[in-house]
């Protein structure tokens, strides 16, 4: 969203857009969770026919007072073992998929079931980091034609098939090592439903450039789907970029996994940092609600800006206690920086900033303001830097450096009833709005006051 949102203040139209793969064996051994662990009565079950005429009978979050995506995400880590215990569940899981494939009306169902509360779950997750997507890519509406590019890329010579019936690409050109497109038993691989879903972006978005931001594991996998691509005639491979990032941890806790079951929520982090900065809150004045408002938006702020302030590739751990604190790198610091500013203003409300404009070049100003003034004067040049290069952390850099040097000065100089009064009111003023503008660019909101 960050990088978004800084392509779109150079100018640039952009579509946020996402992909949903609501299809294939990971979402089986989820269906089969709920189906065999999910009952009222703690009874085992794998029969799809009594479930779909007694679903009464199966738990709904509300029963285990649960988020719906945490209530299906605990299925799916049951599901996952059992599929692991026996060839026997094994082939019983992969039955939903085939199933599913043939669109048996029980099978579809059942996989509707479990994935609308999971949508619901990510509705209330994105909400709450108001992230939005412009148009959202189901993989169950595509996948088919994936299969029939490859069939016409074989026609074509761009593929080949080999012994035991599976086709293969034929990338040395590109100097990358060759990847199936559909496998022996004519199934689809993830790089089939990609290809499909290249060709509909370029058709429907028109878009000069297309981007996906995937972990890195997955570089050669999409330099290997850009050539084919442009072997199909879909596009030129420069036309796609793959934003890769670096992984996040939790210090101390070591990586992750929601096969294991072991993942750190990102709503319990934002709750996390809400509380720790209600904590910090206490006895300010201000009224529950207000107080409860202001702390959310600290505390999710303070959470992105932690993220954000790392370079793309780098891998972070991420520490609560100095993401939510009030001093040094952090969201919260600028935040305060904001509050500070408006506090200045406030107590000059009738001041008019721009009336006194032209009188500003007859004072002499001191180094600190002058510091000041070159940074603000970056201030587009940096947008434009973090843009081009995929970077919200050269934002954060410029942030933290501008609220710092302005910190310096409201330590050093007096402002209100000093002989420069209507400048570094309007130096205050200019801080305050380039950090909001800036903060808005990372989704971060800026409380009045703090």
Same mark, same amino acid.
């Given at each position: 969203?960050?990088?978004?949102?800084?392509?779109?203040?150079?100018?640039?139209?952009?579509?946020?857009?996402?992909?949903?793969?609501?299809?294939?064996?990971?979402?089986?051994?989820?269906?089969?969770?709920?189906?065999?662990?999910?009952?009222?009565?703690?009874?085992?079950?794998?029969?799809?026919?009594?479930?779909?005429?007694?679903?009464?009978?199966?738990?709904?979050?509300?029963?285990?007072?649960?988020?719906?995506?945490?209530?299906?995400?605990?299925?799916?880590?049951?599901?996952?073992?059992?599929?692991?215990?026996?060839?026997?569940?094994?082939?019983?899981?992969?039955?939903?998929?085939?199933?599913?494939?043939?669109?048996?009306?029980?099978?579809?169902?059942?996989?509707?079931?479990?994935?609308?509360?999971?949508?619901?779950?990510?509705?209330?997750?994105?909400?709450?980091?108001?992230?939005?997507?412009?148009?959202?890519?189901?993989?169950?509406?595509?996948?088919?034609?994936?299969?029939?590019?490859?069939?016409?890329?074989?026609?074509?010579?761009?593929?080949?098939?080999?012994?035991?019936?599976?086709?293969?690409?034929?990338?040395?050109?590109?100097?990358?090592?060759?990847?199936?497109?559909?496998?022996?038993?004519?199934?689809?691989?993830?790089?089939?439903? *990609? +290809? #499909?879903?290249? /060709?509909? @972006? &370029?058709?429907?978005?028109? %878009? $000069?450039?297309?981007?996906?931001? =995937?972990?890195?594991?997955?570089?050669?996998?999409?330099?290997?789907?850009?050539?084919?691509?442009?072997?199909?005639?879909?596009?030129?491979?420069?036309?796609?970029?793959?934003?890769?990032?670096?992984?996040?941890?939790?210090?101390?806790?070591?990586?992750?996994?929601?096969?294991?079951?072991?993942?750190?929520?990102?709503?319990?982090?934002? *709750? +996390? #940092?809400?509380? /720790?900065? @209600? &904590?910090?809150?206490?006895? %300010? $004045?201000?009224?529950?609600?207000? =107080?409860?408002?202001?702390?959310?938006?600290?505390?999710?702020?303070?959470?992105?800006?932690?993220?954000?302030?790392?370079?793309?590739?780098?891998?972070?751990?991420?520490?609560?206690?100095?993401?939510?604190?009030?001093?040094?790198?952090?969201?919260?610091?600028?935040?305060?920086?904001?509050?500070?500013?408006?506090?200045?203003?406030?107590?000059?409300?009738?001041?008019?900033?721009?009336?006194?404009?032209?009188?500003?070049?007859?004072?002499?100003?001191?180094?600190?303001?002058?510091?000041?003034?070159?940074?603000?004067?970056?201030?587009?040049?940096?947008?434009?830097?973090?843009?081009?290069?995929?970077?919200?952390?050269?934002?954060?850099?410029?942030?933290?450096?501008?609220?710092?040097?302005?910190?310096?000065?409201?330590?050093?100089?007096?402002?209100?009833?000093?002989?420069?009064?209507?400048?570094?009111?309007?130096?205050?003023?200019?801080?305050?709005?380039?950090?909001?503008?800036?903060?808005?660019?990372?989704?971060?909101?800026?409380?009045?006051?703090?």
């Amino acid at each position: 969203m960050a990088i978004a949102n800084l392509a779109e203040a150079t100018g640039i139209k952009v579509i946020r857009d996402c992909i949903d793969n609501d299809r294939g064996i990971a979402i089986a051994k989820l269906m089969w969770g709920y189906l065999k662990f999910g009952k009222k009565d703690k009874k085992e079950t794998e029969d799809i026919g009594y479930w779909f005429d007694y679903q009464d009978q199966w738990q709904t979050p509300e029963d285990l007072k649960l988020r719906p995506d945490r209530f299906v995400d605990q299925l799916y880590v049951k599901g996952a073992a059992d599929f692991e215990k026996s060839k026997e569940i094994e082939e019983k899981v992969r039955k939903l998929v085939v199933d599913w494939e043939t669109e048996d009306k029980i099978t579809w169902a059942l996989w509707k079931k479990v994935l609308d509360y999971s949508y619901e779950g990510q509705k209330m997750t994105l909400g709450r980091l108001g992230n939005k997507w412009d148009k959202v890519w189901h993989e169950h509406e595509h996948y088919k034609a994936g299969k029939k590019l490859v069939e016409e890329g074989l026609k074509k010579g761009i593929f080949k098939k080999l012994d035991d019936g599976a086709i293969v690409t034929d990338l040395a050109k590109y100097k990358l090592p060759d990847t199936i497109v559909m496998k022996s038993d004519g199934t689809a691989l993830y790089i089939t439903q *990609d +290809l #499909a879903l290249t /060709k509909l @972006k &370029k058709e429907t978005f028109k %878009a $000069d450039k297309l981007f996906w931001v =995937i972990g890195p594991e997955q570089s050669l996998a999409m330099q290997q789907m850009f050539a084919v691509c442009e072997q199909l005639g879909i596009g030129k491979k420069d036309d796609f970029v793959h934003l890769a990032y670096g992984y996040m941890s939790i210090k101390g806790q070591g990586k992750m996994s929601s096969r294991l079951g072991n993942v750190v929520y990102i709503d319990e982090l934002l *709750d +996390l #940092a809400k509380a /720790k900065v @209600k &904590k910090i809150m206490d006895g %300010a $004045d201000f009224s529950g609600k207000a =107080i409860d408002k202001v702390s959310e938006e600290v505390g999710v702020g303070a959470v992105k800006y932690s993220i954000l302030k790392v370079g793309r590739l780098q891998d972070m751990a991420f520490d609560i206690n100095e993401s939510v604190s009030v001093e040094g790198n952090s969201g919260p610091y600028l935040q305060y920086t904001v509050a500070r500013t408006n506090s200045v203003l406030a107590k000059m409300p009738n001041k008019q900033i721009s009336e006194s404009a032209n009188k500003w070049q007859m004072k002499k100003l001191n180094n600190e303001e002058m510091t000041i003034l070159r940074s603000l004067a970056r201030f587009s040049e940096v947008i434009e830097t973090a843009a081009k290069s995929y970077s919200p952390n050269l934002l954060c850099n410029y942030l933290y450096d501008l609220a710092q040097k302005y910190n310096n000065f409201y330590n050093k100089d007096r402002i209100i009833a000093s002989d420069n009064e209507d400048f570094r009111l309007a130096l205050t003023f200019g801080v305050g709005q380039v950090l909001k503008n800036g903060l808005k660019l990372l989704g971060i909101q800026t409380p009045e006051r703090m």
